[in-house]
């Protein structure tokens, strides 16, 4: 059982770099969404999809790109990274309508410097 | 302010010991409400669903109270493994599938 699978688990960057944070669930959840939890702050909701083709902007997006091409995939790229986004990310993936039951990859923990 | 607020903690409570948890929301168009548990540096689960009429899963005992905005965990005969950040999440009215994190309190059961 699978599950969510994200990958890396550790990333350093400098700023100025980009890279992709990968994401795949085989659950056939239709719903995938990116969090991202600092200290003293919730997860808050980055981007999120309903379906294959089909993404949107969650709370804090600025900084951050996601593609849906497929229902198991749901890469979050950062486009030109800054310290601002130090932080863990977290993909999560749930049937829609059953936002409560919602599961979580093991996290990437990423440090830009 | 936030939409959904917890008491930060830490909880240092000994084993055996109840222990309860308070959550408040600020949006009346709140529709659904769960409580997630996170153990030190993992992802979030669901620990359970809270109902207006009040859910016991074993130990733990939810309940929701609407006309305040208020939810709570209640965690009898607290054992060392019940120790973790316990999540309050919302879900809003037409939302969809948006969770609403609050920022967690932290459990920390000792001998």
């Known amino acids: 059982n699978a599950g969510v699978t994200q990958t890396p688990k550790f990333q350093v960057l400098k700023t100025g770099q980009s890279m992709t944070l990968q994401c795949a669930q085989d659950?056939?959840?239709?719903?995938m969404s990116w969090y991202r939890q600092d200290p003293g702050m919730g997860l808050r909701l980055i981007h999120y999809?309903?379906?294959?083709?089909?993404?949107d902007q969650g709370e804090v997006p600025n900084g951050y790109n996601v593609s849906r091409s497929t229902t198991e995939d749901f890469p979050l790229r950062l486009l030109s990274a800054a310290p601002s986004q130090t932080s863990v990310y977290f993909c999560?993936?749930?049937?829609?309508?059953?936002?409560?039951?919602?599961?979580f990859g093991q996290g990437t923990r990423l440090t830009v410097v | 302010r936030k939409e959904v607020e917890q008491d930060p903690g830490p909880f240092n409570v000994p084993e055996g010991a109840t222990v309860a948890f308070n959550c408040t929301y600020s949006?009346?168009?709140?529709?659904?409400f769960f409580w997630y548990r996170q153990d030190c540096r993992k992802e979030p689960k669901l620990l359970m669903s809270?109902?207006?009429s009040g859910n016991e899963d074993g130990r733990f005992t939810a309940q929701l109270n609407r006309a305040s905005q208020y939810i709570s965990l209640l965690i009898r005969d607290s054992k060392l493994s019940d120790s973790a950040t316990y999540l309050c999440?919302?879900?809003?009215?037409?939302?969809?599938?948006?969770?609403?994190f609050g920022t967690g309190t932290q459990l920390k059961v000792e001998l």
């Open positions: 999560a993936s749930s049937y829609l309508g059953q936002g409560g039951k919602t599961f």
């Open positions: 659950m056939n959840h239709e719903y």
């Open positions: 999809s309903v379906g294959a083709g089909i993404t």
């Open positions: 949006n009346s168009a709140s529709q659904s």
């Open positions: 809270v109902y207006s």
């Open positions: 999440v919302v879900t809003l009215t037409g939302g969809g599938n948006k969770l609403t």
